[in-house]
C-alpha cells in the first residue's frame, strides 16, 4: 500500500460503544498512516464533526442514543462526501443491507477482523480520494471560467466554445454566436469583447427583434435634428456610442429584410449615415451577431440576406443546448446555488441526489436559462440546507412520481430469497446457525432453500 505523508494523513473516526473495539480498530488503522479518533456514540462524534472534517467513519449500528442509522443518515446529510462503514452482528445483516442502501459503503461483521477492515477503509478512502481529485478539477475549471465571463462548462461542446474564444477574442473579425434561447449568447458575446484588445471599451448590445425598420435605424445610426416631427434634437446612435469598442446585435434574423441593406453597407465601409443626414461618419467597432435561428437555413428560404450572412459570420461559434451537456449541469447547479445565496443570504449546501437525477432526466427546453430560474427559486423557498424534489416546480416533480412509477419493484418473495442468501453466505451455509439467526425450524430452512433453489 502507498504511503500516506502526514500532512495529506486521512482522517478516520471510530464509533462504538465498547471500548476495546475502539482501541483495536484505532490500534490497526494507524498502521496504515491514518490519523484515527474514538468516540463511543453518535453525539460526540458528530459534536467533533463540526470542528473537524473526516474522511471516514467506522460506525457500530448499535449504540446508545442515536442508532448507527440516524448517524449515518446525519452524516450522508450534512457531509455527502464522507465514507461511512458500519459494524454489525451476523444477526444484523439485514439492517446492514439497509445501512448501504441508504449510501453506507459496506458493513464489517463482528468481531471485526483487522484484514478485511484494512481492505475496505482503503477502498472507501481511495473513493474520497478520486472525489477530491474530481473536484479539485472542476474548480479549477470553474476558476477557469469565471475568467470566461462566468461560462460554466466541461463538456466537449462547451471546451470547443472556450477554444474559439481565445482563439478569437485578440482579433478583430466579426463573429456569429448561433444557439437556442437561454443558452448564453450575449455572455459569449461579453467574454469575446473583454479578453480582447478593446476590453476597456463601450460594450454595447441591441435586440433587433420586433423593432420596425424605422426604430431600428434610429437607434443604431442615430438621427440629425430635424430628421422628423419630434427630432428636436441630434441623437447619437449605438453605432457612434460604441466607438473603439463592440456592438452586440442580438436575435438578429429578426431585422426586417429592407434593414439588413442598410446593415450590410454599414458593415462593409465602417461609416453611417444619421437618419436625416448627408455626411458620412466613420466608426470603428468590432460586430458580434447572434441568433437563436440557423442562418444559413434562413438564407435558403430567403429570409436573411446572403451577403450579411457572409459578412457577418467570418468566425461562427455554435452553443450547444443544455440537454446535450448534462455532464455540465452539476457545475451549474452549484454555481447557481452560490450565487443566489450571496443573493438571499442563504446558506443552501447541495442538492440532494433524487433532486439532481430529476434535473438531469429534464430536457430543458429553456437552457441555461430555465436551470438557473428553477435554483433562483429553490434557493428561495427552501428552509433546508439541501435542495431537494419538494423545491423544484410541481411539473418536475411529476418527473419522480414518473419515474418511481417506471421501476421494477421486486416481490416479497424475491426479497426473503436474497435474505436468505445473505444469511447463508455470512454463516458459510451453516444451515443450523442459518435458521438460529432467522429464527424459523431447521426444516423450514430446508423447505426454503429448495424452493428458493439455494441448495
Not at 34 to 49: C, D, H, P
Not at 252 to 280: C, N, T, Y
Not at 365 to 376: K, M
Amino acid at each position: 500500500m502507498t504511503e500516506v505523508s502526514e500532512k495529506a494523513a486521512p482522517r478516520v473516526a471510530v464509533i462504538d460503544d465498547e471500548p476495546i473495539v475502539g482501541r483495536e480498530v484505532k490500534r490497526g488503522l494507524e498502521k496504515n498512516r491514518y490519523i484515527v479518533e474514538t468516540f463511543l456514540n453518535g453525539e460526540s462524534a458528530l459534536k467533533r464533526m463540526e470542528r473537524a472534517s473526516f474522511d471516514l467513519v467506522l460506525c457500530d449500528l448499535k449504540l446508545p442514543g442515536l442508532s448507527g442509522m440516524d448517524i449515518l443518515k446525519a452524516i450522508k446529510s450534512r457531509y455527502p462526501k464522507v465514507e461511512v462503514i458500519i459494524f454489525t452482528a451476523y444477526s444484523s445483516v439485514d439492517s446492514a443491507i439497509k445501512a448501504i442502501q441508504a449510501g453506507a459503503f459496506h458493513y464489517v461483521t463482528k468481531p471485526v477482523k483487522m484484514t478485511e477492515l484494512r481492505v475496505l477503509a482503503s477502498r472507501a478512502l481511495d473513493k474520497v480520494n478520486l472525489l477530491k481529485e474530481t473536484e479539485a478539477l472542476k474548480e479549477a475549471l470553474f476558476s477557469k471560467n469565471r475568467q470566461t465571463g462566468n461560462i460554466i462548462g466541461h463538456s466537449p461542446g462547451m471546451q470547443e466554445v472556450f477554444r474559439l474564444i481565445d482563439k478569437v477574442s485578440a482579433l478583430n473579425c466579426n463573429v456569429l454566436i448561433q444557439g437556442e434561447s437561454g443558452t448564453g449568447k450575449e455572455m459569449i458575446a461579453q467574454a469575446l469583447h473583454f479578453r480582447g484588445s478593446r476590453r476597456d471599451k463601450p460594450f454595447t448590445s441591441f435586440n433587433c427583434g420586433g423593432f420596425t425598420e424605422e426604430l431600428i435605424a434610429n437607434e443604431l445610426f442615430g438621427h440629425e435634428k430635424g430628421a422628423f416631427t419630434g427630432a428636436t434634437t441630434t441623437k447619437i446612435g449605438l453605432f457612434e456610442t460604441a466607438h473603439s469598442g463592440t456592438v452586440f446585435l442580438d436575435e438578429i434574423a429578426e431585422m426586417p429584410f429592407s434593414m439588413q441593406v442598410k446593415l450590410l453597407r454599414f458593415v462593409e465601409e465602417r461609416a453611417l449615415l444619421r437618419v436625416g443626414g448627408v455626411k458620412p461618419i466613420k466608426v470603428d467597432i468590432r460586430l458580434i451577431a447572434a441568433s437563436n435561428q440557423d442562418l444559413k437555413e434562413a438564407v435558403k428560404k430567403q429570409k436573411f440576406r446572403e451577403d450579411l450572412y457572409y459578412r457577418l459570420n467570418v468566425v461562427l461559434i455554435n452553443l450547444p443546448p443544455l440537454r446535450s451537456r448534462k455532464d455540465d449541469l452539476p457545475l451549474l447547479v452549484r454555481h447557481f446555488i452560490a450565487k443566489y445565496n450571496q443573493a438571499f443570504s442563504k446558506e443552501v449546501t447541495g442538492i440532494s441526489p433524487e433532486t439532481l437525477d430529476i434535473l438531469m432526466k429534464y430536457p430543458f427546453p429553456g437552457n441555461v436559462r430555465e436551470l438557473e430560474n428553477i435554483i433562483e427559486r429553490a434557493v428561495a423557498l427552501t428552509d433546508e440546507t439541501t435542495i431537494t424534489p419538494q423545491d423544484l416546480p410541481s411539473d418536475l416533480q411529476g418527473l419522480l412520481i414518473s419515474n418511481l412509477a417506471g421501476q421494477t419493484w421486486p416481490s416479497l418473495e424475491e426479497k426473503e430469497r436474497e435474505y436468505i442468501r445473505q444469511v447463508l453466505i455470512q454463516t458459510n451455509f451453516k444451515k443450523g446457525e442459518t435458521a438460529d439467526i432467522l429464527g424459523i425450524p431447521r426444516t423450514t430452512l430446508w423447505r426454503k432453500i429448495k424452493r428458493f433453489g439455494l441448495a
